[in-house]
């Protein structure tokens, strides 16, 4: 089939509200980007308390995504291709923290892994740990929000991908867990690594359940956007500067995964 | 498609009519008050509502320094209330405010769970670096009386965690996270049964005067002053006094 490239008049009813959609989104960045103050930034970048913060991000988010890998694509795994009872339900729920507000995860961390909570009564009473106000909390409280992004990434790709190859390595006799790491995995690279940035960026971001569940400690649990968060009230220029670092270094990240994910997807 | 062009703006003209204010609206204000005056206002306001048929208060309860942030970028307030008078001289300075005036006063408590997992006495074990502590942020006004008993009491207890506004710190003491938190004794009254109030001398030497003021841009400055009137009465104070308020 031959097509011909006509330059289509782009009906005036969808060109006004898709611009007025990307001015939504552009324009608080670029106003950000204006109010920055450029030339007194170096300056703050060095003094300001940017780097425990930006440290503690970088390093929690990180960990995060390590869990939501270890943990969630395998729950993806078993979403698309087990044979489990009640798998739409499953879904659902595992889809829950996506749509809950972020704050309302904190609370319910709390209550299970407070030191009073269901299960964090045990977790101190036997093992002495105790998640809330410490950097592990930061993590867990990340993790549960940005796992979800990463099984539903997968988990996606999972479904789509042809289950024949699998069906065809475990006639040859490879064994679940080979097929799995061999066949199945490479299938979905690319979905895999889409998810994880997806993750690591929600977790990078995380402020609601974060500051709920996890508080508020310079060095501890001050992530980049707590940071960005109480500095507003107090200097407002520091507010800006701190939320100019998180915007580049999530832009970085982004655009490089993209990159590398891009091509290997080519 | 012009048909649905025209029931859209329909619908727009409807929604606007419905939005805009009626004009023999009885008045209506919103008060930005601190968190530590939650319990102490909300009762305020239904009496100042039911001696003004018409009147509807609405409040927004938050840390000090929040509310004068979100005052300074614009937010349609009319009266402040803050836990501190650092928060509404910067308000005043700028031309936010005017004519502040004390209307209360406030002192710290250490708040524990009922069971005092920790033992705790007084200000001096709160320097046990066993103890999970929660304080206010120092930007806060509890935050800032917490650093001054800190300082007086000559001990440097380090927190686990510094929260955004008082009932921040309070919750968590409710919820047995924390073997302690710094918070007003009026939080302490308002929570009364769910936690314990530990009295200590140093509060005396960090006590928190609450000021008052109507905003320049009130969209209601007669209702407004009508309800700061009304905050300073005998009437006011009487119920402020019930919620542990000390007098200025």
Known sequence: MTTRRVRRRIPVLLLVPALLGLAVLVVPLAGLLVETPWTRLWPRL?????WPALRLSLWCATLATGICLVLGVPLAWLLARADVPGRSLLRALVTVPLVLPPVVGGVALLLVFGRRGLIGQYLDAWFGVSLPFTTAGVVVAEAFVAMPFLVVAVEGALRAADPRFEEAAETLGASGWYTF????????????????????????????????????FPGETTTMPLAVYLALES??????????????????????????WVRRAA | ???????????VFLLSACAAPSADSGGRITVFAAASLTEGFGE?????????????????????STLAAQIRSGAPADVFAAASPVHLTTLVDAGLATAPAAFATNRLQIAVPPDNPAGISGL??????????????????????????????????EP???????????????????????????????????????EFPESAEAVNVYPIATLTD?????????????????????VLAEAGFGTP
């Open chain 1, 46 to 50: 060095a003094s300001a308390e940017v």
């Open chain 1, 181 to 216: 790491r061999r066949v199945t995995l490479p299938s979905v690279a690319p979905a895999v690594l889409a998810g994880t940035v997806l993750c690591w960026a929600r977790a990078l971001g995380e402020f609601g359940a974060t500051i709920t569940f996890a508080g508020n």
């Open chain 1, 235 to 260: 200097d407002p220029e520091a507010a800006i500067v701190l939320s100019v670092v998180l915007l580049t270094v999530s832009v970085a990240v982004l655009a490089g995964m993209r990159d590398r």
């Open chain 2, 1 to 11: 498609m012009r048909s649905a062009i025209r029931c859209l703006v329909a619908a």
């Open chain 2, 44 to 64: 305020l306001g239904e009496l100042f509502e039911a001696a003004n048929p018409g009147v509807t208060v609405e409040f927004a309860f938050a840390g000090s």
């Open chain 2, 124 to 157: 001096a074990d709160l320097s046990d670096p066993d103890v999970v502590l929660a304080v206010c942020d120092p930007l806060v006004p509890c935050g800032a009386a917490t650093e001054t008993v800190f300082e007086i009491a000559g001990i440097a207890p």
């Open chain 2, 160 to 198: 686990d965690t510094r929260e955004r506004d008082v009932k921040a710190v309070l919750t968590k003491v409710r919820l047995g996270e924390v073997d302690a938190g710094l918070v007003y004794r009026t939080d302490v009254h308002a929570a009364a049964g769910d936690v314990t109030g530990i």
């Open chain 2, 218 to 238: 009130a969209p209601d400055p007669v209702t407004a002053a009508a309800f700061v009137d009304f905050v300073r009465s005998q009437t006011g104070r009487d």
